[in-house]
């Protein structure tokens, strides 16, 4: 059974910096991996999706990355924002269709 | 793009009544349909999978007595919590996926309060 780990748990960072969240997998047999974001009581936005053919995907100041070899994705935030306060969510997607979620880590950027 | 949403966002309801969630595709045909549950600062827990026409598939540990699971089309997945107990408050959050690409659109989720 896919087990997915997100470290750390918590981040908090100064506003401007650059950051890296990472997210590993046990079974490297996954279909896509995707990362979300969660705010306070609300539903999960989805930010990048990573095919299993995809090394990276980018959009604005994010970057995700993927290495099935090693079970590791990294969600890199350029340039943090106050913002971009959020639980922030990886998930793999199975062959069977399941998707199987990591704990989170919740980020807070100071001011 | 997809878009999924969920009816109610927020429920009170009393000790021992039914509660049912609905989960709609609003610009897509969705033959699978999944349910999560979300407890406090917790992860996404898969409870169900269903596809449309046939019975749900049940992740292990999930009454499937307790959370009843329709999915009567291509744009409608119901989940119902018989007989609502206060540890059945949660987070429910429903996807929904487009076969050609397997990537699953996520519903806002439904608030669910059992006093």
């Known amino acids: 059974k896919q087990e997915v780990t997100q470290i750390p748990a918590a981040l908090s960072v100064p506003e401007g910096e650059n950051l890296v969240l990472n997210c590993s997998f046990t079974?490297?047999?996954?279909?896509?991996l995707q990362w979300f974001r969660q705010d306070p009581g609300k539903g999960l936005t989805s930010l990048l999706l990573?095919?299993?053919?995809?090394r990276e995907q980018t959009s604005g100041r994010l970057n995700a990355s993927l290495d099935k070899s090693s079970g590791r994705s990294t969600l890199y935030i350029a340039a943090s924002q106050p913002g971009d306060s959020a639980t922030y969510l990886c998930?793999?997607?199975?062959?069977?269709?399941?998707?199987?979620f990591g704990a989170g880590t919740r980020l807070t950027v100071k001011p | 793009g997809a878009v999924v949403s969920q009816h109610p966002s927020r429920v009170i309801c009393k000790s021992g009544t039914s509660v049912k969630i609905e989960c709609r595709s609003l610009?897509?045909?969705?033959?699978?349909m999944f349910w999560y549950r979300q407890f406090p600062k917790k992860s996404l827990m898969l409870m169900a999978t269903?596809?449309?026409?046939?019975?749900?598939?049940?992740e292990q540990g999930v009454e499937k007595d307790k959370f009843l699971i329709n999915h009567a089309s291509l744009t409608l997945s119901t989940l119902t919590v018989t007989s609502a107990h206060p540890e059945d408050s949660s987070f429910y959050i429903c996807?929904?996926?487009?076969?050609?690409?397997?990537?699953?659109?996520f519903g806002p989720g439904t608030r669910l309060t059992v006093l």
């Open positions: 610009d897509f045909q969705a033959t699978t």
């Open positions: 269903s596809n449309e026409g046939s019975k749900a598939t049940y």
């Open positions: 998930a793999g997607l199975g062959n069977n269709n399941d998707m199987r």
């Open positions: 996807s929904a996926s487009i076969p050609r690409d397997n990537e699953q659109f």
């Open positions: 990573i095919q299993s053919s995809q």
């Open positions: 079974d490297s047999a996954i279909y896509n």
